[in-house]
């Protein structure tokens, strides 16, 4: 009987230790785009890659949580984190006041400025207000770049796209005369890359606090505050320790955090 | 006719954007759909518009293409063959994508046949024509099938009669192969119409598009779906009526005869 009884109390320790090891490594499941190089995208291996996937990484390892990915159309990603299908978003998403009514949001991990993008040689007049008159501007709907466009050039025609390749797309077609977009995702996932020739970017950096926010930022819904907190103290521990610059620097050849 | 047409759609804004008022009077200033009223009209109209242009280009491009179908000469069955094939056997979805960025990829030499300004360039004329050729394609198939269900007793009774060519498809083939079509067809015209939610992947903002656009503004999934969902079911069932309408007209004769060719008609009544 004794030993019996040594078995289940061991059995039983076991048990908990593996229990206080998962409690340990908390499993998050992270969505994202997959469609927004170079920030997160497929390979041609089909393997989800991109800065944000590899920050994740360093924030799910700095933060000690066990990560898996999930990828979601922009378009349904906010719902998605509602709906429990995953726990935070890291997806190059900005933090905005009118998200921060649904979700919420940690610190930036980067924040780049927004530019346009036209068809080489092409000239267009951007003054605000009256500029771009009857053109066509495409960008990603729902994003940061569609209010910016439609509010500072009221008299362009904006077409809203799914995904940034396909605005890309019809702007080396010449369906619109303008793209507007984050300049790295511009640069990186479009004019550095074949069929990219045809374009080059145009006019100034735009970084409008009232709509380009504070940067992007994980998104997280409203009951979870201890993991908004992990997250946080995470992107300190990755700034400070040299992980963000040793992945920063593989993609880019500035510093994309921005300002401190 | 611009002016015309000009004059009608500020009233018809000028109306939906009263009864928005009144919605969002009654719902409250966020509410995503009293909010978004007028846009997802606006949208709800485009569907339909492109439904009719598409249905109507349709049926006229679908009477000779089954009229090849059904020929015996080969270099008209065959390529009437190949168009019926292929749209009626890929993804609308396919077709769409392959006329929308395909043809963006040709954008150079579509402009120098003319063909880009005004045309490819439009996502509005590439949908239009995808869904004009797809339910070309279906509708050719239903129209074969019911020239083909023409009893041969009234082609024989009017080739007796001395008609023949144009006056026999016109008087008896026809009138009575419609007769046989109109269940079939009218499914097509409410798939077809169901159908056009896919423009909303070429930045077109139809029913589906705006509905899209309100959601990713307002996150409010759930009852934007539901709202565009109702939308749809409201015109579904006014085709089907108007369907009906047509079969009762067009069976008039047979009303209270029972039997007879009544046969050809009895998978018509839906409701």
Known sequence: MSFLKTAAAAALTVAIAAAAQAEDMRKVRIGTEGAYPPFNYIDANGELVGFDVEIAKALCKAANYDCTFVVQDWDGIIPGLLADKYDAIIASMSITPKRKEVVDFTDKYYNTPARFAVQRGDDFDLTEGSGLDGLRVGVQGATIHEDFVRATWPKAEVVTYGTQEEANADLVSGRVDLVMADSVVLQEGFLKVDGGDCCEFFGLSYSDPTYHGEGAGIAIRKDEPELVEGFNAAIVEIRNDGTYKSINDKYFEFDAYGAE | ?271
């Not at chain 2, 492109?50 to 049926?59: A, K």
């Not at chain 2, 749809?232 to 009762?248: H, N, T």
């Open chain 2, 1 to 271: 006719m611009d002016w015309l047409w000009e004059l009608i759609g500020q009233q018809a804004q000028a109306g939906c954007m009263a009864v928005q008022g009144g919605f969002v009077g009654l719902m409250g200033e966020g509410d995503a759909i009293a909010g978004n009223f007028c846009r997802l009209m606006a949208g709800a109209w485009l569907t339909v518009k492109l439904t009719l242009i598409s249905l109507v280009i349709g049926f006229a491009l679908a009477v000779p293409v089954a009229l090849a179908r059904l020929s015996r000469n080969p270099l008209l069955n065959w390529p009437a063959v190949a168009y019926t094939f292929y749209f009626r056997g890929t993804p609308l979805l396919v077709q769409l994508f392959l006329l929308y960025y395909g043809s963006g990829q040709f954008s150079p030499e579509l402009r120098e046949l003319g063909l880009w300004r005004g045309m490819f360039r439009e996502a509005y004329f590439c949908a239009l024509l995808t869904l004009t050729l797809n339910t070309a394609a279906y509708t050719a198939e239903i129209l074969r099938g019911a020239m083909l269900g023409v009893p041969a007793g009234e082609v024989e009774a009017a080739r007796a009669y001395g008609m023949s060519g144009v006056k026999l498809y016109r008087r008896i083939v026809f009138p009575k192969a419609m007769r046989i079509a109109l269940p079939a067809y009218s499914n097509e015209t409410v798939f077809l119409f169901q159908s056009t939610s896919l423009v909303s992947l070429v930045t077109l903002l139809d029913l589906m598009g705006v509905a899209r656009d309100v959601i990713s503004s307002t996150f409010r999934t759930f009852e934007t779906l539901i709202f565009a969902g109702l939308v749809y079911l409201a015109i579904s069932f006014l085709i089907f009526s108007i369907f009906k309408r047509v079969e009762q007209h067009l069976m008039r004769h047979l009303k209270g005869a029972g039997g007879g060719e009544g046969q050809s008609a009895a998978g018509g009544t839906k409701a």
